[in-house]
């Protein structure tokens, strides 16, 4: 009877103990959750040959010890896994090589290690939605990822990554263009989604309805560095951008307002210099905004989406910055672009004036000297007002 078994959900309950090891034999099996338990224990080879399963959820429970199923040793059926917040380690999963039809893959909370291996892009190219926050991973940020032309949602934040964040992430397909999203997927017509837990707005909130939605990346809490690319400026689908909690340094890129779906904007507790974009007053979506902590300076823009931005503490800590909302007034030394540019037009406009007088003065004296009849008329102009003033001095 339980050789023909399909569907297993036995989430958030209090059950203990580890998985029995019969279930190894539901070779029917395509959809298992067993989230939100107190469930123990390493995972045996035999789960990842369950050749009909396509969505494992084991998230919020007590699993433990290294996933040690090799590249080869089974043929990937699954489309959804979470094992999030357990007690995973090792490296990157190997067992996921070949996982072609994976769209969502939740890992993070765990205790996985080392660096992302290259292949991601080739094993498992048709992922949307990637979650390895809160693990060890080290190394650079893989090139290969901006190579995934579904991935809609990348979240790397609270690891050890360094280097500098791929310029070829600007390629990210279903980033560029919000039409480009996915769809809501259920699976086989049940009721359950896609799901995923990400830091929106300060706060950890579980998406699923609106999940197709949902465009960002989520690289806060690393040890990267250099500059914002300012390549990132074209995905102008992206919903959410944290870059907060890393060395990166630069201008903050002039075009980021062509983000015009930018719901939240976070790059504190870096090294940016220079001014706050002016564009960013277009972002009329934006909602959340930090930028403090940094080496800012200049004249806070005015105007737009900014106006609802008054909480000081979003500013703080940049000594180079001033204007409304903090209480520190803008010297002509540290005016924003904007206006020191209309300050030099006025420089200029008085320079104008001036040349203008002085060209007219020598030019009315040019054609005075050069005119033999004005120039006898003005003189004869001239003495005659002399005798004129004489004879009222002598009477």
Known sequence: MLQVLRYINLSNNRLTGGLPGCWCGLHALWFMNLSENLLIGKLSDCWWNLQALEYMNLSNNSFSGEIHAGKSSHNCSLKSLYLAKNGFSGVFPQVLWGCKLLVTLDIGSNRFFGALPPWIVIQVPSLQILSLRSNNFTGEIPLELSRLPQLQL????????????????????????????????????????????????????????????????????????????????????????????????????????SLIFLECLDVSSNELTGNIPLSISSLTALSTFNISNNLLSGKIPVGSQMQTLTDPSIYSNNSGLCGFPLEIPCANTSLAPDERNDEEVDHWMYYFVIAGIVFGFWLWFGVLFTIKTWRCGFLLFVDGMQCNFTKNVSY
């Open 154 to 257: 990348l979240d790397m934040a609270n690891n050890s990554f360094t280097g500098a964040i791929p310029v070829a992430f600007g390629n990210l397909t279903s980033m560029r263009d919000p039409e480009n999203t996915s769809t809501p997927r259920r699976l086989d017509g049940t009721k359950y989604q896609d799901r995923i837990n990400i830091n929106w707005k300060g706060q950890e909130l579980t998406f699923q309805r609106n999940l197709r939605l949902l465009t960002g990346i989520d690289l806060s809490r690393n040890f990267l560095s250099q500059c914002i690319p300012k390549e990132l400026t074209k995905l102008k689908g992206l919903r959410f951008l944290n870059l907060s909690r890393n060395h990166l340094s630069c201008n903050i890129p002039e075009d980021i307002g």
